[in-house]
């Protein structure tokens, strides 16, 4: 490394090295701030940041009162995307197939609509949508989060009541009075959770999450879009494409 770079730094090179390589395998403890300070010859905050470092990229994890240790290698759940227009369907059947209890709560209300939710419904800025936030869980601990968005009908004044397995999507609805969808299009991105994210989610330092994007259409209206956010050290997207053979 160059001369010019910060001490801590050769700090985090040495340990990432032992961990990527094994010689620190997972569960095994870190040297606490005063054995890098002794073992590295640097001070106690170069330590200090060396540490923070390894835990922001996710490669230990530290508890009070028991330093820090080399995160274990997460086993990834597969998360099945389906045609099913109810966003809990696909979910419990996960959770199930997983030996897991699914459960689920949601709020609704009246929102003004954000420049992007706008243009993934073709509605003015600002426009009036309905926003519905669910909070999925396994066992009760929190798994998913997902925000999703549809346009006011005429006449429409207020969202529906809060409840936990009542609220049917919009997509659903539509289906059901004669209007199907047609086509759900979807686009996942990897991003830093914001910070009532990993509250939520209960998300140590490092971890990233996975968000998906998902639209759907009945002909050339999109009718209701969603924002799902996922941990990515726990979930595996899994798709099915139909063949046309």
């Not at 086509?183 to 914001?194: D, K, N, W, Y």
Request: hydrophobic share 35%.
């Amino acid at each position: 490394m160059a001369n010019s770079d910060p001490v801590y730094l050769r700090v985090v090179e040495d340990i990432r090295r032992q961990i990527v390589d094994g010689t620190l395998p997972p569960g095994a403890p870190i040297p606490s701030r005063h054995q890098i300070t002794r073992k590295y010859s640097v001070g106690e905050t170069a330590a200090r940041h060396a540490l923070r470092v390894l835990a922001q990229e996710g490669l230990i994890i530290g508890r009070v009162g028991s330093g820090h240790r080399v995160r274990e290698k997460p086993i990834l759940l597969p998360l099945h995307r389906s045609r099913l227009p109810e966003p809990h369907a696909a979910f419990a059947s996960d959770m199930q197939a997983g030996g897991r209890q699914p459960s689920w709560s949601w709020r609704s209300e009246l929102a003004d609509a954000p420049p992007d939710i706008a243009r993934r419904l073709r509605v003015g800025e600002c426009s009036p949508v309905i926003r519905t936030r669910y909070v999925f869980r396994g066992d009760g601990r929190p798994v998913q989060l997902l925000t999703s968005y549809e346009p006011v009908e005429p006449g429409q004044s207020q969202a529906p009541e809060e409840g936990t397995y009542e609220r049917r999507s919009a997509a659903f609805r539509l289906a059901a009075s004669g209007l199907p969808v047609t086509e759900i299009s979807e686009t996942v991105l990897i991003r830093v959770p914001q910070p009532t994210e990993s509250d939520l989610l209960e998300l140590p330092a490092g971890v990233q999450v996975l968000q998906i994007e998902r639209t759907y259409w009945a002909g050339e209206r999109p009718v209701e879009t969603s924002d799902a956010v996922v941990p990515g050290d726990r979930f595996r997207l899994v798709y099915g494409i139909p063949s046309l053979l």
